[in-house]
């Protein structure tokens, strides 16, 4: 059985503490489709979540301030801009002016690091 840090898609992000449920998110460059892109990760129920910042109202980062994304019940993923929510555990538009989810980005966490995984779609940003 691989382990992610055995794993060539699996690229480490964070310690498991930096991601505290309903906190501060932990945010990353990929590409997605040929593009730069921002992506976030955050904590809920107990398990880590990663998606692109991204609005599928329009493609606007979510995020009021660096690393807020919960409303102040901490049940929902808000866009600052329009007011669209969205479920923190599969991305899923749960009301407002969405359009479809959020891309989701596969994580794995092992060893108490959070690694997320690339596709063929997705991929590192590299400098």
Known sequence: MSTPTDDPLAIALCNSADLQEGGLAVAFDVVYGGQTCR????????????????????????DYQEGRFFDDTGQWLLCATHGAAY??????????????????????????????????????LVF
Not at 39 to 62: D, K, Q, S, W
Not at 98 to 116: A, Y
């Open 39 to 62: 992506a976030f990760a955050i904590r809920f129920e107990g398990r880590p979540h990663a998606y692109l910042n991204r609005c599928t109202h329009v493609a606007m980062e979510l």
């Open 87 to 124: 479920a923190p555990d599969t991305g899923a538009c749960a009301g407002g002016p969405c359009q479809g989810g959020l891309v989701k980005i596969e994580l794995r966490e092992t060893d108490g690091v959070v690694h997320w995984l690339s596709t063929y779609l997705l991929k590192p």
